[in-house]
């Protein structure tokens, strides 16, 4: 069974940093992308940041740019995210999600169930 | 403000069909069939429902279909029952620019 656990989340304040973490499980993780994607309470999904299989592409939305690092240690089957410089709008709840490919598309096939983090001023 | 344009609610009766919307340009919806659609109930994670378009996982029921015509996705939920209540969300790939867009999400309520 794929599992996919996030940790990490919990509160901060602004200016400050925060490592988010993502266990996966029940399948063969490095061959896989993963990806995060957010939810700030009562809003919709806002993607965040991907990254490939073998951890050598990544890609990051305009908000996460320059103030979020995403990473992946294939031998401990562990995704990372590492947040600094966060701001208010940073709060959410932060998900895991792997990456399928069929032969001509990709979707997020499984998410963990989240990590919140809380941004105060 | 979200890349794909969702109504923020839809309703129907149990037994009913509705068809919720996802519209985008031919930046994403449009010029792929990376299209997915996933269904969130209160505190819980996003599951897929449906990728490619109108591929369905295994496990989701066939009351789930996807379509897409031309900018514009649809999913329609045949044969309402309660536990579709949810929230739903579009997806699509939005080129190198916009890797992943999401619609802002529509409210279903099983009246």
């Known amino acids: 069974e794929v599992q996919l656990v996030e940790s990490g989340g919990g509160l901060v304040q602004a200016g400050g940093s925060l490592r988010l973490s993502c266990a996966a499980s029940?399948?063969?993780?490095?061959?896989?992308?993963m990806h995060w994607v957010r939810q700030a309470p009562g809003k919709g999904l806002e993607y965040v940041s991907a990254i490939s299989s073998n951890g050598h592409s990544t890609y990051y939305a305009k908000s996460a740019k320059g103030r979020f690092t995403i990473s992946r240690d294939n031998s401990k089957n562990t995704l990372n995210l590492q947040m600094s410089s966060l701001r208010a709008e940073d709060m959410a709840v932060y998900y895991c999600a792997r990456q399928y490919c069929s032969s001509t598309s990709c979707t997020f096939d499984h998410w963990g169930q989240g990590t919140l983090v809380t941004v105060s001023s | 403000q979200s890349a794909l344009t969702q109504p923020p609610s839809a309703s129907g009766s149990p037994g009913q069909s509705v068809t919720i919307s996802c519209t985008g340009s031919?930046?994403?919806?449009?010029?792929?069939?990376?299209v997915s659609w996933y269904q969130q109930h209160p505190g819980k994670a996003p599951k897929l429902m449906i990728y490619?378009?109108?591929k369905r996982p295994s496990g989701v029921p066939d009351r789930f279909s996807g379509s897409k015509s031309g900018n514009t996705a649809s999913l329609t939920v045949s044969g309402l029952q309660a536990e579709d209540e949810a929230d739903y969300y579009c997806?699509?790939?939005?080129?190198?620019?916009?890797?992943?867009?999401f619609g802002g999400g529509t409210k279903l309520t099983v009246l």
């Open positions: 490619e378009v109108s």
């Open positions: 029940g399948f063969t993780f490095s061959s896989y992308g």
């Open positions: 997806s699509s790939y939005g080129g190198s620019n916009n890797y992943v867009a």
């Open positions: 031919s930046s994403d919806v449009g010029g792929y069939n990376y």
